[in-house]
Nanobody
Framework: QVQLVESGGGLVQAGGSLRLSCAAS????????MGWYRQAPGKQRELVAA???????NYGDSVKGRFTVSRDNAKNTVYLQMNSLKPEDTGAYYC???????????????WGQGTQVTVSS
């Protein structure tokens, strides 16, 4: 099992910045990709950004050029630097960790409890 603990959410004005952190603990050696998803009220959960253990990144179209995902493999921690925030960035942000384990290639998929980000106009 892997436990994910998020921090860094809060209330910020449009145009401001926030930095989210997510620390993973437990059986982390089979985790490859870590990242962030978000969910606004009444909407589906969507990818914000993800990063592999080898530092390849993937971003949702709406955050490209504004958000930066990074990770510290030694600390099993992923970060999300959010700049030029917009009201439409408001939502619950969830840390995610994915990997594969065993000869049967069982997929692993873990979620944090979420941290709220609210951007006021």
């Amino acid at each position: 099992q892997v436990q994910l603990v998020e921090s860094g959410g809060g209330l910020v004005q449009a145009g401001g910045s926030l930095r989210l952190s997510c620390a993973a603990s437990g059986s982390t050696r089979n985790i490859n990709t870590m990242g962030w998803y978000r969910q606004a009220p009444g909407k589906q959960r969507e990818l914000v950004a993800a990063i592999t253990r080898g530092y390849s990144t993937n971003y949702g179209d709406s955050v490209k050029g504004r958000f930066t995902v990074s990770r510290d493999n030694a600390k099993n921690t992923v970060y999300l630097q959010m700049n030029s925030l917009k009201p439409e960035d408001t939502g619950a942000y969830y840390c995610n960790a994915q990997g594969i384990t065993g000869f049967s290639l069982t997929t692993l998929n873990y979620w944090g409890q979420g941290t709220q980000v609210t951007v006021s106009s």
